[in-house]
């Protein structure tokens, strides 16, 4: 059974920082591509990150560029998203997703069930 295991969400304050880990198990993730994708209730779930398997290339959302940071250990099928300068509209439900090949916004096969991140004012 594939799964995909979000942590460490939570409340912290406008220009904290918070880092979300997504752990994955079930198979190799060899060549899946990892994202990130948030979503807060009344909107539509939106891209936020993803890195590549091979190479760990990235890609960010225009709104967190220079705020958030996406890694991965392989070995641990493990990714990573540090959050820094978080700002009330960061606030979502965010969601680990893997995908084969390479990096894109869409796509994505498999799915975690998401961490709560709150951000005060």
């Known amino acids: 059974q594939v799964q995909l295991v979000e942590s460490g969400g939570g409340l912290v304050q406008a220009g904290g920082s918070l880092r979300l880990t997504c752990a994955a198990s079930?198979?190799?993730?060899?060549?899946?591509?990892m994202g990130w994708f948030r979503q807060d209730p009344g909107k539509e779930r939106e891209f936020v990150a993803a890195?590549?398997?091979?190479?760990?290339?990235?890609y960010y959302a225009d709104f967190v560029k220079g705020r958030f940071t996406i890694s991965r250990d392989n070995a641990k099928n493990t990714v990573y998203l540090q959050m820094n300068s978080l700002k009330p509209a960061d606030t979502a439900v965010y969601y680990c997703?893997?995908?084969?090949?390479?990096?894109?916004?869409?796509?994505?096969?498999?799915w975690g069930q998401g961490t709560q991140v709150t951000v005060s004012s």
């Open positions: 997703a893997a995908k084969y090949g390479g990096l894109s916004v869409g796509g994505y096969d498999y």
């Open positions: 079930g198979r190799t993730f060899s060549n899946y591509a």
């Open positions: 890195i590549s398997w091979s190479d760990s290339r990235t």
